[in-house]
């Protein structure tokens, strides 16, 4: 039975799903951090679909618009509501987050108001990408990226990737990006890095040095994104005194980090929680072509081979897959 929209809900028969590190962790492993998989879940959080019917409180949209959809919703207007910071409301509903079920299925329904209208010249495929897009913006206007920035980024997964367009968009002079493998570094360099080193025993020192050697200075900012232990300590070697680190990747509760290293020379270190405010500036970005995400779109699924999709993000292949949950419609 397809579910009916709530009065200030949409129903959206679903069209792209991108598949997220997080979906193949739960999938996995059932749990990250605090939020545990008691029950059956949907997956999928990065998604874009087309508006099959509006709640009757709903006047921005109508059948047939097509959207991207933001998946944190807050429940409440609490405190960060109030002060424009709503990712980081406790009791936020997110798309498959436990309990909260995703959007990797035929039909779903999502509030309103974190349904944004795509522009005709907006693919599905660069709806779906405005999610992981966002926490590169996030991470970015976190980070202060600004005209002339000297920027290391730390893994060259797809959030990697986005934090390298985003900091060449915010004016980064220039982007350095580590890796492990060739190939993630080969398409770091498709998508505007500047330099690249492939790590392999290097100790977190010597990663630094090698960052300071090939931009000419340390950078001002670093973004860290793989949650490693060794990465966020090399990170922090890097980063040139008085600048910023923001860690975007996620991994153990207790990590061991030269904290008094970064205290004396005023290293500034940021976390940060999903992103907020960035759907309209994403789809002004893409809208003018100013941003090419399409390029992170390595495999594309029906969403019958959803297992196989699955089994191909597991394997580390390519960088994004794509699941198509609209058997009728052939575009992008």
Not at 32 to 41: A, N, Q, R, S
Not at 218 to 246: D, F, H, K, N, W
Not at 252 to 259: G, K, L, N, S
Request: glycine share 10%.
């Amino acid at each position: 039975p397809v579910p009916e929209p709530g009065p200030n809900e949409v129903l959206l028969r679903m069209h792209s799903v991108g598949i997220c590190g997080s979906d193949v962790h739960y999938w996995q492993h059932g749990r990250i951090g605090d939020f545990v998989v008691k029950d059956p879940m949907v997956l999928g959080h990065e998604a874009s679909g087309t508006v099959v019917k509006v709640g009757s409180g709903v006047t921005h949209l109508k059948p047939g618009d097509r959207v991207a959809i933001e998946p944190g919703v807050p429940r409440e207007m609490d405190e960060f509501c109030k002060t424009g910071r709503y990712n980081l409301s406790p009791t936020i509903f997110f798309c498959a987050t436990p309990p909260d079920n995703g959007n990797l299925c035929r039909y779903y329904k999502h509030s309103a108001s974190y349904c944004y209208k795509l522009p005709d010249n907006v693919t599905f495929e660069e709806g779906a990408l405005i999610e992981p897009l966002s926490v590169g913006i996030h991470a970015c206007k976190r980070a202060g990226v600004t005209l002339g920035s000297k920027v290391f980024v730390s893994g060259s997964g797809p959030i990697g990737l986005v934090n390298v367009l985003v900091a060449k968009m915010m004016g980064a002079a220039a982007v350095v990006i580590t890796d492990l493998s060739a190939s993630r570094l080969q398409k770091a360099k498709e998508m505007g890095a500047d330099f690249t080193i492939q790590v392999k025993n290097e100790t977190p020192q010597e990663v630094a040095s090698k960052v300071e050697s090939l931009l000419g200075c340390m950078p001002e900012i670093t973004v860290e994104c793989t949650g490693v232990q060794a990465c966020i300590q090399a990170g922090i070697y890097a980063t040139r005194s008085g600048g910023t680190l923001v860690l975007v990747g996620l991994g153990p509760d207790m990590v061991t980090v030269p904290i008094v290293n970064a205290a004396v020379r005023e290293v500034d270190i940021r976390g940060i929680f999903r992103y907020c405010n960035t759907w309209p500036v994403a789809i002004a970005l893409l809208a003018s072509k100013r941003i090419n995400v399409k390029p992170l779109v390595t495999h594309r699924f029906p969403l019958e081979k959803a297992l196989e999709a699955f089994k191909t993000t597991k394997r580390g292949e390519g960088v994004k897959v794509m699941l198509k949950c609209d058997p009728s419609d052939h575009n992008p």
